[in-house]
């Protein structure tokens, strides 16, 4: 599951930073438009890998913190 997990959030970043690469391109020139749309979908796609393994972090130390509730 973690695998899967990690390639639908790989590619939903990748496709985000690449609209927004290639709109930013696309203000200055149709060149710039292409050339922004790949560097943003590899930026978003490393975001999207890294973000994967820090939520896992996250969520491995929440099922370890003791509970607050007072009846220990």
Known sequence: MS????????AKYA???A???GFLGGLA???AAST???????V?????EKRVDVSAVVDDVKEKK???S???
């Open 3 to 10: 695998r899967l997990k990690r390639v639908f959030s790989r």
């Open 15 to 17: 496709a985000i930073g």
């Open 19 to 21: 609209a927004a690469g």
């Open 29 to 31: 020139s149709r060149n």
């Open 36 to 42: 922004g749309a790949g560097v943003g979908a590899l």
């Open 44 to 48: 978003g796609a490393i975001v999207g």
């Open 66 to 68: 003791p509970s607050r």
């Open 70 to 72: 007072g009846d220990d």
